[in-house]
């Protein structure tokens, strides 16, 4: 009897694959949207982000501006059609003056580390290793790990457990918190607040909600979309992967189209080359890029 190949995690998602929405599983973790409430969102932020961008083109002070606005006197869809017109043509100061709070639980410290790299415009809090002493630390099974064979999944399971028992005999040991946790993985999940202005909050969905994101970073951005799309769908609305606003894809690991929600720049570009040579024979110059 012939042996079966053994399913290795790796045959589970291949990398040519279209890259799956991690929104299929139950990660165990949240993002809560603390600021602003609905009504909040609904009285103030379109009529301040209008505001910022009618300043700029008129005679009249801010606070005219948004007294118009926010009691209705310019209708919403118009304050809509601006705001759309100035985000889209990247004047992104307009939109720094409004804020969002989320309460951010059970992501993974792998998860933390990537998004603590954002610096411009966003504010974190971060529950302490050092200064929480967990009675009981607890950690996430990534889906490809659920999905393996069952002596690896048991395998990880022991491991984690293993490195987080450890982690509480140290402390019985007297050693600090702050030493014992060197012994936890990766795994471990945490607790933040992060607070972020709309333009580093598109810029960041930009970038995470892409498919070449990370599965768990991207299933916290499809989370946070769907908070904010609960106080202000046409806020909502922006974030998307950059791709979406670009027309095109522009990273490098996607150059064979595995992902097809845009073309590739390079497809464009030959695309572009090809229509300026059909022009060019037939007498006609297009401009250059
Ligand atoms: C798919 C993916 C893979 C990644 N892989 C890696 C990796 O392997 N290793 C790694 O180290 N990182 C990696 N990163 C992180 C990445 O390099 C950035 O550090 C992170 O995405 C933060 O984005 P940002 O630089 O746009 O910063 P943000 O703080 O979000 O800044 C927003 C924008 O403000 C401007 N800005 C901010 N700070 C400055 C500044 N000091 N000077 C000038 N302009 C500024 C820039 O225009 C910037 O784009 C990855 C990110 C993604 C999305």
Redesign the pocket.
């Known amino acids: 009897m012939s042996e079966q190949p053994v399913a290795t995690p790796l045959d589970v998602v291949p990398r040519s694959a279209t890259p799956r929405s991690p929104a299929t599983r139950d990660l165990g973790m949240s993002a809560k949207l603390l600021f602003p409430t609905r009504e909040i969102a609904e009285q103030y932020y379109l009529p301040l982000i209008y505001t910022a961008c009618r300043t700029c083109y008129s005679e009249l002070r801010p606070e005219e501006i948004f007294a118009r606005a926010a009691e209705g006197r310019v209708a919403p869809e118009k304050q809509q059609d601006l705001v759309r017109k100035v985000i889209e043509s990247g004047h992104g100061s307009t939109i720094e003056h409004i804020v969002f709070t989320f309460a951010i639980s059970g992501v993974t410290r792998t998860l933390s580390h ?1 998004l603590v ?4 415009g966003l504010a974190f809090d971060q529950q302490s290793q050092r200064y929480v002493n967990y009675k009981r630390p607890a950690y996430m099974v990534p889906g490809t790990i659920q999905d393996a064979p069952q002596e690896l999944r048991e395998r990880y399971v022991a491991e984690m457990d293993e490195s987080l028992a450890f982690y509480s005999e140290l402390l019985e040991a007297g050693v600090p918190g702050e030493d014992a946790r060197f012994v936890m993985p990766n795994a471990t999940r945490t607790n933040l607040v992060m607070t972020t202005n709309l333009r ?1 909050l598109i ?2 969905s930009g ?2 909600l ?1 498919t ?2 990370q599965w768990e970073i991207r299933r916290l951005f499809q989370l946070i979309r769907h908070e904010v799309f609960g106080v202000s769908p046409f806020l909502g609305s922006f974030l998307a992967p950059k791709c979406v606003p670009l027309g095109y894809c522009d990273e490098d690991r996607n150059r064979d189209e595995h992902c097809p929600i845009r073309p590739h720049k390079d497809n464009v570009l030959a695309a572009w080359a090809e229509k300026k040579a059909v022009a060019k024979a037939a007498g006609r110059e297009l401009p250059t890029l």
Do not use: D, E, K
Not at 117 to 120: E, K, L, V
């Open positions: 990537q790299r954002h610096r411009a580093a810029h960041m970038l995470r892409c070449m994101a």
